[in-house]
Structure formats: C-alpha cells, structure tokens
C-alpha cells in the first residue's frame, strides 16, 4: 500500500485568505485525487490531479476557487482560495494503487475558516 | 450519477456483540470499497469487494453485485471498531477510481 503524507494536518485561517495543501505519496502514482469532507458529512470528490495537464474538476467545484498543481507522480497541491467559513472541512488527498485496485487516503488536512 | 445509500446511520454495540452494516447501489459499479473512519479522521480500506466474499480477522464483507449491495459484518466488537464505516462505489460509466460515498454508518461500541 502506498504511504501518503499530508501538510498542514490542520490550520486555523481567516476568511479571504488562501491556504495550500500538500500531499507527498512513497512512490510514484498515475492517479491522484483531492476529496472534501464537511463537518459530520461523507466524501465528495473535488478533483482528479493529473500530471502535467489541467485538474479535472467533479460539478460544484472550479479552478479559481481549487487550483491544484501536479509537477510530478508522487506529489500534489491544493490551494483553498478566498476562504470562507464554509470552507471549513477535511481535506483528503488519495491515491489509486492498479495492482489492488484499491484507493488509499492521506490523513487529511482540517481546516478551520473563522 | 450512482446513488449510495447505507443503512443504518447510527449504530451502538455492546463489546463482544455482532453487527451487519448495509450498502445500497443504484447502478452496476466497478469497484466497491468499505473504509473505516476512525474518530482521528483517517481513513482505512477494508476491502475491496466489487462482488464475491472477502474475510479478514473479525470482519467480513460480502457484495452481490446482480442484486446491488455490499454487506459489512463486524463480529466480537470492540471498542477499537467504533468509528465512521463509509461504503464506496466507483460508477462502470465513470473514470477509473473516482469513488462515491455513502453517508456512512457511525458505530459506537461501549465497553
């Protein structure tokens, strides 16, 4: 299984602010993914991160407000631009592994938009 | 798009008592996973079921993919298991791995 770091693990901001996630996996990944978890909800995919071509965003989310970045197979940023507090949630990165077909989690990034 | 639904929402245990968690799909899927949530927030895969039987430890799974649902059984609970168990599915239309949720069913298992 593939070993996935995230920084921050949490942070508190103030709202109009923009705050940058990032997610480091052990080995190199085709797939990469950014997932929203509000407070006492389930998961919802915000994007895919592809390398070297454009995030492919799920309805509900857009660049302006998610840029993501995907220099390389094993790392992946998402920025939360113009925070608002209802921002406020788990940020998750996750990863695709083809030889289980199975999807692991970094352990999230909570933040908190006041 | 696919529709997960899991039942039920809130579950509390005894230690030591079974338990059978539900997951309802609208449409056939690829890839079916189960995920532990732990009260820290991260998340773990259980299994990957699209279809068949799986066991490991104390938990089970089981996906009948004809009749569209995954069953998660969890034996001789303990108070470690208590957390979110969320169901996901990845849509056969869909791109390879984006998964979708269920709501997630929240056990609390008391000493």
């Known amino acids: 299984s593939a070993v996935i770091s995230q920084k921050p693990s949490r942070d508190i901001c103030q709202r109009g602010t923009s705050l940058t996630i990032q997610c480091q996996v052990d080995s190199q990944v085709t797939m990469m993914f950014w997932y929203r978890q509000q407070p006492g909800q389930s998961l919802t995919l915000i994007a895919t991160a592809n390398q070297g071509s454009e995030a492919t965003y799920e309805s509900g989310f857009v660049i302006d407000k998610f840029p993501i970045s995907r220099p390389n197979l094993t790392f992946s940023t998402l920025t939360v631009s113009n925070m608002s507090p209802e921002d406020s949630s788990i940020y998750l990165c996750?990863?695709?592994?083809?030889?289980?077909?199975?999807?692991?989690f970094g352990p999230g990034t909570r933040l908190t938009v006041l | 798009g696919i529709q997960v639904e899991q039942s039920p929402p809130d579950l509390i245990l005894q230690e030591g008592a079974n338990s059978t968690l539900r997951c309802n799909f609208s449409?056939?899927?690829?890839?079916l996973q189960w995920f532990h949530q732990n009260p820290w927030g991260q998340l773990i895969n259980l299994f990957y079921i699209p279809s068949g039987t799986k066991q490991n430890g104390r938990l089970s799974a089981t996906t009948v993919a004809t009749e569209r649902y995954s069953l998660l059984y969890i034996s001789s609970s303990q108070t470690t298991d208590s957390g979110v168990y969320f169901c996901a599915v990845e849509d056969s239309g869909a791109g390879s791995y984006q998964l979708t949720f269920g709501k997630g069913t929240k056990l609390s298992v008391i000493p």
């Open positions: 449409d056939s899927v690829n890839n």
């Open positions: 996750s990863v695709g592994s083809l030889a289980t077909d199975t999807q692991y």
